[in-house]
């Protein structure tokens, strides 16, 4: 009997973040947590239900089976191609990176700026000491031009560009962070660096606070002008303010090049990243040719680049 109550319990227990992605998590903390490791169901669940079928429980194997599937569904298209950039498409490639109050490697991310030849860079928790580290590592010389806002802690953020950047706003959540337009072969493009408060900060206020103002932001864009939004955003596809940002104009750019579950956040540099927390959003201007984490010492976070390009006009 106790055996049959603790496997019932276990099974329960795999179900729950299952559960949570399909009613959402409601900025809820503990529910936000559940959420994104949604995707690490998926072999425990394989394992409980061969062990069902094993021994003939059919309806539990049925019950296991569903969540099972359900969880394949959200995960398989991660590994399909969905959008290749258009025939004639202008290339452009970003990269975000958290510097992780600023300790981040200056070196490694200017190396990494250089071989992965970025376009645009968005830099999170920039603070003014890691600023001036950058600058002598050589980044001004690789990217020109940038708006920056350098402050202790961790609510700094910067744009980097090869090109002028122009019309530049700046947001009213915990931390400030800039929209601005750069030019595509003489083309407007806005550009947004995202990056809400954790969840885990005031209860959950401030996480939902900074997603309800960014997801209004966002809606009041022109859909007429080719647009992206990256930065850590301290959630995983699997969090329903994350969702509800994207909405029906933005997808995830490693969704659309087909590069399977990323991970870009570790709880401490000195373990592996378990959760995709870093993302480049983009419209329907946008095909993705490929996307890629960069370790970047110092930091808890990985760099994500991607590959992008913008469609011919027309």
Do not use: C
């Not at 002008?225 to 997808?251: I, Q, Y």
């Not at 659309?256 to 959003?281: E, I, K, M, Y």
């Amino acid at each position: 009997m106790v055996r049959k109550v603790l496997a019932v319990a276990a099974v329960a227990v795999l179900v729950v973040p299952t559960a949570v992605r399909f009613l959402g998590d409601h900025a809820v903390p503990a529910l936000v947590a559940a959420a994104s490791f949604t995707p690490y169901a998926v072999p425990p669940l394989a394992v409980a239900l061969a062990l069902l079928l094993r021994r003939q429980a059919w309806r539990a194997s049925a019950a296991i089976a569903s969540v099972l599937a359900l969880n394949l569904a959200w995960l398989v298209p991660l590994w399909v191609p969905d959008r290749a950039p258009a025939s004639g498409a202008t290339p452009l490639t970003v990269m975000t990176a958290n510097l992780r109050l600023g300790e981040a490697s200056p070196a490694a991310l200017v190396a990494a700026v250089r071989a992965h030849r970025v376009d645009v860079l968005a830099l999170e928790e920039l603070t003014p000491q890691a600023l001036s580290a950058l600058h002598r590592a050589g980044l001004d010389r690789e990217l020109g031009h940038r708006t920056v806002r350098a402050v202790p802690g961790a609510d700094g953020a910067g744009l980097w560009s090869r090109t002028p950047v122009a019309a530049v706003t700046w947001s009213h959540t915990w931390s400030r962070t800039p929209t601005a337009t750069i030019e595509l072969r003489g083309r407007p493009v806005v550009v947004g660096v995202l990056h809400p408060a954790a969840v885990v900060l005031d209860g959950g206020r401030l996480y939902r606070d900074d997603y309800a103002a960014t997801t209004d932001y966002t809606a009041g864009l022109d859909d007429a002008t080719p647009t992206l939004l990256l930065g850590d955003l301290n959630a995983s596809a699997d969090n329903s303010e994350l969702r509800e940002l994207m909405g029906t104009r933005f997808r995830d750019a490693p969704e659309l090049a087909g590069s399977g579950l990323l991970r870009t956040f570790s709880p401490s540099p000195r373990l592996p990243a378990l959760l995709h927390l870093d993302h480049v959003l983009v419209d329907d201007a946008f095909g993705v040719t490929d996307t890629t984490v960069v370790d970047l010492p110092g930091s808890d976070h990985r760099a994500l680049v991607a590959r992008l390009g913008l469609a011919p006009r027309g």
